[in-house]
């Protein structure tokens, strides 16, 4: 709805309500006022309480914060906030694929206007180009759904840099040119470097080696981002100290805090307070967790090192078969048996790794040696959900995916959803402002956005309207690709994106680190 009045009607309330006198400011600069919401739950970002209020849109800009009731300007769209809850769009601290190539919608119909990608020592690249920077001058050019951020990536920086996967311990020319592919990647705006420890190459690499790129890292006051060397109950603090120890002096992030194979409440607190710990002796140590119990990524993390790249697989099979499936059996034992892998990639989609198995008429071992480690990605269900509810509810812990288009786990297209409706709708588990505040101010403070995170004038007008009793996340482990519903607009720099169930335009932005001071 659409409604005309005087620029002296807002300018009057806004002096009124002491917010306004920024208003005639951004108005001088010759924008002109977008939209203005009326009488909506503001719920800011920060943390604190909601409160009713009327919100006014300037070009790309929250322009003003105001006395619930009044007047839109002339020209304006006015959107009745009929109580309805607005918020900073939520930011999503680690994302996979491309948005140049890949539909990102099941994110903005969850309220994500922000997206962080590079994550897991890889990320997007143009073509056999290995360098970021190419990327970012595409992106650049591109129409963009929602605002996209980037890290370099460890592994792909390896490769960029020249140095073969089979290397463990880069000689000192080496790790210069690494140096230099990341001082180059982080200049062109790279928000810091991420780590796939779990992963081919990063798995092969050493603490010195790592270690060797914090001082580029903190020069540029970037975050140092890790999927760590393990997750595992018995193994987690001991990666979390590798990664405090390979960041230093950058700042260290872990990338989804989990604890694979813990149980119950205690271990969770234990380890938050492991991290406190580290917090209070100086580190500015950092996490998001998502709202799932099961992983999602590919099967090699179930094969042993000697089996994976760059090491000729078939000679493997040939030398070392019964070696590797007797590793198999172990490994998928302590994961929980074939049943506790729901295969996500074709033509196996949607079948555990028991039934796709039984289907090729194999013992899951011979099946799995048969696909080979590059053989498929799936859900696996190795986390206890006592435990990692403490994680999430954690006011310490960002709220991230870890998802991207195509994937077959609900977190790519559930995963705020399932923040409102289950903690803060049915379980009560968590006040609305603070579930807002960890998707949002949290994880703009991680990446240093100063501009974004927080509904307040001068702060980017990326916004999201719902009512928290009508979102559902609609996906599951069976139907991952169903959108989360319930989230009336989503408003990206201060134009609609999302609003009535579908994509309305695509005025997102590559995001640029800026230069530390």
């Not at 480690?373 to 799936?378: L, M, T, V, Y």
């Not at 509810?389 to 609900?410: C, E, K, N």
């Not at 949290?442 to 916004?463: E, Y």
């Amino acid at each position: 709805m659409v409604r005309d009045v005087t620029r002296r009607q807002v300018v009057a309330g806004a002096i009124a309500g002491s917010a306004l006198a920024h208003l005639p400011v951004i108005a001088a600069a010759g924008s002109e006022p977008s939209i203005y919401f009326r009488d909506v739950l503001l719920v800011d970002g920060t943390g604190r309480e909601p409160h009713h209020a009327d919100v006014a849109v300037l070009g790309d800009q929250v322009a003003a914060i105001l006395s619930p009731g009044g007047s839109a300007p002339r020209g304006a769209r006015l959107v009745e906030g009929e109580g309805r809850v607005l918020a900073p769009g939520f930011i999503d601290t680690h994302t996979h694929g491309d948005p140049l190539e890949q539909s990102y919608d099941a994110f903005l119909a969850m309220g994500v206007t922000t997206i962080l990608l590079g994550v897991d020592g890889s990320g997007p690249r143009v073509g056999d180009d290995l360098g970021l920077r190419t990327w970012l001058a595409a992106a650049d050019r591109a129409a963009l759904p929602l605002n996209v951020a980037a890290l370099a990536s460890h592994g792909t920086l390896r490769r960029a840099s020249g140095i073969p996967d089979s290397v463990r311990q880069p000689d000192d020319t080496a790790l210069a040119r690494m140096a230099a592919q990341l001082d180059g990647e982080l200049t062109a705006g790279a928000f810091g470097l991420s780590y796939g420890l779990e992963y081919v190459p990063g798995i092969y690499s050493e603490r010195a080696e790592l270690a060797s790129l914090g001082q580029t890292i903190a020069r540029h006051g970037g975050v140092v981002m890790s999927h760590m060397r393990s997750e595992n109950d018995d193994e987690i603090e001991a990666s979390i100290e590798e990664l405090i120890a390979s960041a230093h002096p950058a700042r260290p992030h872990i990338s989804h805090l989990k604890v694979v194979f813990g149980k119950g409440e205690d271990r969770a607190r234990r380890l938050l307070d492991y991290i406190a710990a580290k917090r209070r002796d100086g580190v500015d140590l950092t996490a998001d967790a998502y709202p799932y119990s099961a992983g999602y990524t590919g099967i090699a993390l179930l094969f042993p090192e000697w089996a994976l790249p760059p090491t000729d697989y078939s000679a493997v099979v040939a030398e070392r078969q019964q070696e590797l499936r007797d590793h198999l059996i172990a490994r998928m034992t302590r994961r929980g048996g074939p049943e506790a892998l729901l295969i996500g990639t074709a033509p196996y989609a949607g079948k555990t790794l028991a039934e796709a198995s039984q289907d090729a008429g194999l013992h899951y071992a011979d099946f799995l040696i048969k696909i080979g480690p590059g053989g498929a990605s799936g859900a696996h269900f190795t986390m206890d959900d006592a435990l990692q509810d403490i994680l999430v509810l954690d006011p310490d812990v960002a709220i991230s995916t870890d998802g991207g288009p195509g994937m077959r786990h609900p977190r790519a297209t559930g995963t705020y959803a399932k923040l409102i409706e289950q903690y803060v709708v049915n379980g009560r588990r968590l006040p609305i402002e603070q579930a807002v505040r960890k998707a949002t101010a949290l994880p703009a403070q991680i990446l240093r956005l100063p501009d974004r995170g927080t509904v307040r004038p001068g702060a980017k007008a990326d916004l999201i309207l719902l009512v928290p009793d009508r979102v559902k996340a609609r996906s599951t482990y069976l139907d991952p690709f169903a959108q989360a519903q319930g989230f009336d607009m989503v408003m990206v720099n201060g134009r609609p994106a999302f609003e009535g169930g579908e994509r309305v335009g695509a005025p997102g932005r590559l995001l640029r680190a800026a230069k530390a001071s």
